[in-house]
């Protein structure tokens, strides 16, 4: 919502504000008439030829708002993904469980004693880091997503209280614009009455709006750098649950690699014993060849 | 393939000849030691050119057969490779027996022993892709322009190759592997039986014929096998050819044999051996099936995973944790997390798809099997009825036997390997998982030595961050309040209708002044108190009430008497 006038105007209309005074220009005004001046709709009222709101002032709020309508826009894509982020993690560390489970419930792990402990150890380590996983996805989910959902549950308010002072910009603006139109007129006796009735009505409108205009500049920006220690702590538990849970994983795979006899060897090396496992099965004659 | 059916022409050209024994009885004993030594030298010899024949083929011929592709010479030429070194080792040993005389023979007995096992295992090899190199050999001969430049190489580097150039060279291996048996066979013919040699000779000379007899054996299987576990995309005018009144009438007679083999009419083949075998591997295909679809499960979820990419938020904080959790993410999803994907699918889910397809060969045969015992049956039904049996039915028999035999002699071998084989992949995903692990915490570990509490416990850290979240908690909520206690401005409702003319006269008697909107219902409670919707007008008399609380207004409603009310009003 931007005022319509030339930019030569710069406006102080109170002492709360500070700044200079100087002679309005006239410009054109379209007021429209109405039979009960009490009923009167706002936002078919001609805009004031004052500008009530100083370009600076008006920039920097845009500018704090702008701020915040991004960082809005950040923290709820990261709760987002956030989210999804850890959906998916639980969904593969299920996945791992099922390939132990479904192995542990062949028939062969009766016959093949070798086979049972293996698949039995695969089991239990599978199931610990599910656990794992689980207790780090709710740290997670205490630590990063809560939070980030709190911070988000801040700015329909703050978003309202926008809206608000945008509604009083207009209020005052339209009895600004009525009061004008008094003043221009040849002032009678009814004229003047009249005037000083508009005036009457434009003070507290013009108050509040004041009000509401300083208290949002207050605390918009106070708002917006509380992030910088909002965030922090969120981070760093999420960091901490990294290390916490492959540490785990690192220990418990470790182990069972140990276990299971069978030592880290390079990548081609594995590559050449699967050829070599597929060469014997191909040499049978029940196999195959394709 | 039969020994007696090779023609020698190979060893003729290049062997020494054997001189004709004359048949005086006197000298016999000496004529065998003579004949014994000519045998053994004759041995040694024929080895020799043979080697040196092989090593031809191998590197001047199918090195300079550049026209033809390499699948083909793969083909053709086996594992031409692994037979030379063999034979060149036997050789070897074979040679450095002429300096022990006396024991000579019986050194050459333990040698071919001793190489039984490698001759037989090299030379299966290249007997089994024999048949399909002479089907190449054959295409060749039907380019008469590659004809003509092969025979050409060929003749140039062995000009007694003749003119059947190609298949001349490939058989030459097959007809030494047969001639052992008759060369050993040769000497032990001239060797004293009482000695210890002719014991060892003996043994080496039946070895050797095993060791002709299992590759034929091998061979004959692998015939059989590859007739029925072609697993050959099918078109459907194929398929509705194949169904012809021949095999509907056997798919029949099967199904009527199988249904009376249910109902008890017939006594079903029990062959417990078999029958544990195939279950056994049923149970291997399950497993592997199973991990087969787990693991491409697995891999879906783990490619979901990494689509998420919560460190691209910006949240326009310089430094500190938040940056270091965005380096550490970018990073981890840039490398460790591809690094590992990509390992699984190359060392995992690949091995696990071959394996897989290696089910289907044994699984057809075994379902041959059974419809060939049930052809089997009715044929024995009928030779108890009738007393004979056609050719084709005799056939049948024979069939079921092949692939009876077939299978339980390799099914066993197939479920140790494949065991194997899946143990192995297991292996690998759970060395892969912990080399991901070790990945992840050398970065992570890195990024928690620059946080502000790294010094701290674990439990220590959880309460400051809980503390911490609880205090800024508190922050956000007083934040919150103060957004919302910016209130709605006053503005003016329409008025109701009907209400002007009250508004006037409110006006007049009291002045604009003093003229207020009531912006919400009110609903009087006591006797004395006003109820008035939202958007009347009033007039105001006075902002407290009769005791003072100012929170109850005395006004005027232009139509009844003036009475306190209660709630909000906006002028």
Redesign the interface.
């Known amino acids: 919502m931007r005022s319509e006038l030339e930019p030569q105007l710069v406006w102080c209309f109170s002492e709360s504000l500070h700044l200079s005074l100087r002679e309005p220009i006239r410009a054109e005004v379209r007021p429209k008439k109405t039979s009960?001046w009490?009923?009167?709709?706002?936002f078919k009222i001609g805009q004031p030829k004052k500008q009530i709101v100083p370009k600076t002032v008006e920039r920097d709020f845009e500018r704090e708002y702008g701020?915040l309508q991004?960082?809005e826009e950040?923290?709820r894509?990261?709760q987002k993904?956030?989210k999804?982020?850890t959906d998916?993690?639980l969904?593969?560390s299920k996945?791992?469980v099922?390939?132990s489970l479904?192995?542990l419930s062949?028939?062969?792990c009766e016959?093949?004693q070798d086979?049972l402990n293996?698949v039995t150890a695969?089991d239990t380590?599978m199931k610990r880091m599910d656990a794992f996983n689980q207790e780090k996805v709710n740290?997670i989910q205490k630590?990063v997503i809560e939070?980030l959902k709190?911070?988000g549950?801040?700015f329909p308010?703050?978003n309202?209280?926008v809206k608000?002072?945008e509604?009083?910009l207009q209020?005052y603006r339209r009895l600004q614009a009525k009061v004008e139109k008094y003043e221009e007129k040849e002032k009678t006796g009814p004229v003047l009455a009249k005037l000083h009735?508009a005036r009457?009505e434009l003070r507290?409108?013009r108050d509040?709006?004041e009000a509401?205009n300083k208290?949002?500049l207050d605390?918009m920006p106070?708002?917006y750098n509380?992030?910088?220690?909002?965030?922090?702590?969120?981070?760093?538990?999420?960091?901490?649950a990294?290390?916490?849970y492959?540490?785990e994983?690192?220990k418990i795979?470790?182990d069972?690699?140990q276990q299971?006899d069978?030592p880290?060897c390079p990548?081609e090396q594995?590559?050449r014993?699967?050829e070599a496992?597929?060469s014997?099965?191909?040499?049978?004659?029940?196999?195959?060849?394709? | 393939m039969e020994p007696a059916d090779m023609t020698n022409h190979g060893d003729d050209a290049l062997s020494s000849r054997t001189g004709a024994p004359d048949g005086d009885d006197r000298l016999s004993e000496d004529r065998s030691l003579v004949q014994q030594r000519l045998a053994v030298r004759e041995l040694i010899d024929t080895e020799v050119s043979y080697l040196h024949v092989l090593q031809l083929c191998a590197s001047d011929i199918r090195s300079r057969l550049q026209q033809l592709p390499q699948g083909d010479l793969d083909v053709l030429f086996s594992n031409i490779d692994d037979i030379i070194k063999v034979n060149r080792r036997l050789l070897h040993d074979l040679q450095e027996t002429a300096s022990r005389e006396e024991e000579q023979v019986q050194l050459i007995g333990n040698a071919f022993l001793e190489f039984q096992e490698e001759l037989e295992q090299v030379y299966k090899?290249y007997c089994a892709s024999y048949e399909q190199a002479l089907l190449l050999v054959e295409t060749y001969r039907k380019e008469p322009e590659l004809q003509r430049e092969i025979q050409g190489i060929i003749e140039a580097v062995l000009p007694q190759a003749g003119p059947s150039g190609l298949s001349f060279l490939l058989v030459i291996p097959l007809q030494r592997i047969t001639k052992y048996p008759l060369l050993l066979q040769k000497i032990l013919e001239n060797t004293l039986p009482d000695t210890s040699a002719y014991a060892v000779l003996q043994r080496a000379t039946s070895a050797l014929q095993d060791v002709v007899t299992n590759i034929n054996e091998?061979k004959r299987?692998?015939e059989?096998?590859?007739k029925y576990?072609?697993?050959e995309p099918l078109s459907l005018r194929e398929r509705l050819a194949r169904i012809n009144t021949h095999t509907l009438s056997k798919k029949t007679t099967r199904l009527s044999q199988l249904l009376k083999q249910e109902a008890g009419l017939v006594p079903r083949t029990e062959d417990k051996e078999f029958d544990d075998l195939e279950e056994?591997f049923h149970?291997?295909s399950?497993?592997v099936t199973?991990?087969k679809s787990?693991?491409a499960?697995?891999l879906d979820?783990?490619e979901?995973?990494l689509?998420?990419?919560?460190q691209?938020?910006?949240?326009?904080?310089p430094g500190?944790?938040?940056v270091?959790?965005c380096y550490?993410a970018r990073d981890l999803q840039l490398q460790a997390f591809p690094e590992f994907k990509q390992?699984l699918e190359?060392?995992v889910w690949?091995?696990l798809c071959?394996?897989a397809?290696?089910l289907?060969?044994?699984q057809?045969?075994i379902k041959k099997r059974l419809d060939k015992l049930l052809d089997f049956e009715r044929v024995e039904e009928k030779l108890l009825e009738v007393g004979s049996v056609t050719y084709e039915e005799e056939a049948a028999r024979h069939t079921y036997q092949a692939l009876n035999s077939?299978?339980v002699a390799?099914?066993p071998?197939?479920n140790q390997?494949?065991?194997?084989?899946l143990?192995?992949i297991?292996?690998?995903?759970?060395?892969l998982?912990?080399?991901?692990?070790?990945q992840?915490?050398q970065r992570?570990?890195d990024?928690?030595a620059q946080?502000?509490?790294h010094h701290l416990s674990?439990p220590a850290?959880?309460k400051?961050?809980e503390d911490?979240?609880g205090q800024?908690?508190h922050?956000?909520h007083s934040?919150?309040e103060?957004?919302?206690?910016?209130?709605?401005?006053?503005?003016?409702q329409?008025?109701l209708p009907g209400a002007?003319r009250q508004?006037q006269a409110l006006l007049s008697k009291y002045g604009?002044?003093k003229?207020y909107?009531v912006t919400s219902n009110v609903s009087g409670a006591g006797t004395l108190d006003l109820t008035l919707p939202r958007g009347h007008?009033v007039a105001l008399l006075q902002n407290k009430d009769t005791k003072g609380n100012s929170s109850r207004w005395l006004v005027d409603t232009g139509g009844g008497g003036h009475v306190p009310l209660r709630g909000q009003k906006q002028?």
Request: with cysteine; hydrophobic share 45%; proline share 7%.
């Open positions: 009960l009490l009923a009167q709709i706002p701020k991004q960082l950040q923290t894509r990261l993904d956030m999804k982020s998916a993690d969904a593969m996945s791992a099922k390939i479904d192995l062949n028939p062969l016959q093949d086979f293996m695969l380590a740290q630590t939070p709190k911070f549950s801040v308010s703050l309202m209280a608000r002072r509604q009083a209020d009735q009457e507290p409108v509040d709006f509401k208290q949002l605390e106070r708002f509380s992030r910088l220690d909002y965030f922090q702590p969120s981070f760093e538990s999420l960091i901490r990294q290390v916490v492959y540490s994983m690192h795979f470790g069972l690699t299971l069978q880290g990548d594995r590559e014993e699967n496992r597929l014997e099965l191909r040499a049978l004659s029940i196999v195959a060849d394709d | 090899v091998y299987r692998k059989v096998a590859s576990t072609k697993v056994r149970w291997v399950l497993c199973e991990l787990n693991m499960a697995y979820n783990l979901a995973f689509r998420f990419w919560p691209d938020c910006n949240l326009e904080i500190g944790p938040v270091q959790y550490l390992q190359a060392q690949q091995p071959s394996l397809k290696t289907a060969g044994p057809n045969l077939l299978l390799e099914l071998q197939f390997l494949a065991m194997r084989w143990g192995q297991l292996c690998t995903f759970v060395t998982q912990r080399d991901l692990a070790k992840v915490l992570a570990e990024s928690l946080l502000p509490h674990e850290f959880r400051l961050v911490a979240l800024t908690s922050q956000l934040f919150q103060n957004f919302e206690k910016v209130l709605p401005p006053p503005t003016t329409p008025l002007e508004v604009p002044g003229l909107q007008i002028p």
